[in-house]
């Protein structure tokens, strides 16, 4: 047995046939036949469940009544002088939208709307603002 394997012309009575193509199944393009061997993830979406539970999120901070009212106060002035366009930073809480908490985030520009009934700041940056979310002003 050990001489069939260093036999070099073993072969040489299938070399020169023709390869088979079936009549029935149309040929596989190289695209497919490759997709046969791609990396298979049984637990589809699962590295995206522990990636997002591990993210942090902030909890929103409660400002009490004195607090609220100075932030009022500012707001109040800045709709008084919007044509004057201070430049102005806000920090606001903008809730998580997957879960619990959220992140504190600070723009900083020139307001551009105050818009009293949805209670809503547009920046000059295109950013809006949940009034209720704003826990700091200050003119820059």
């Given at each position: ?32 036949r ?17 990636e ?8 929103k901070?409660?400002?009490d ?7 009022n ?41 105050m ?12 950013m ?6 704003i ?6």
């Amino acid at each position: 047995m050990s001489g069939y394997y260093k036999d070099e012309h073993r072969y040489d009575d299938i070399m020169d046939l023709p390869h088979h193509q079936s009549k029935e199944q149309t040929h596989m393009s190289l695209h497919d036949r490759a997709a046969q061997f791609a990396p298979f993830a049984a637990l589809a979406g699962h590295e995206e469940a522990i990636e997002e539970t591990a993210r942090l999120t902030d909890e929103k901070i409660m400002l009490d009544e004195t607090a609220i009212e100075k932030i009022n106060e500012k707001l109040y002035d800045i709709s008084q002088h919007l044509s004057e366009k201070r430049n102005v930073s806000i920090t606001y809480f903008r809730p998580d939208t997957q879960k619990c908490g959220g992140a504190y985030l600070t723009d900083v520009g020139t307001v551009k709307k105050m818009d009293e009934v949805e209670k809503v700041i547009l920046m000059d940056s295109g950013m809006k603002i949940a009034m209720e979310q704003i826990i700091e002003i200050e003119e820059v």
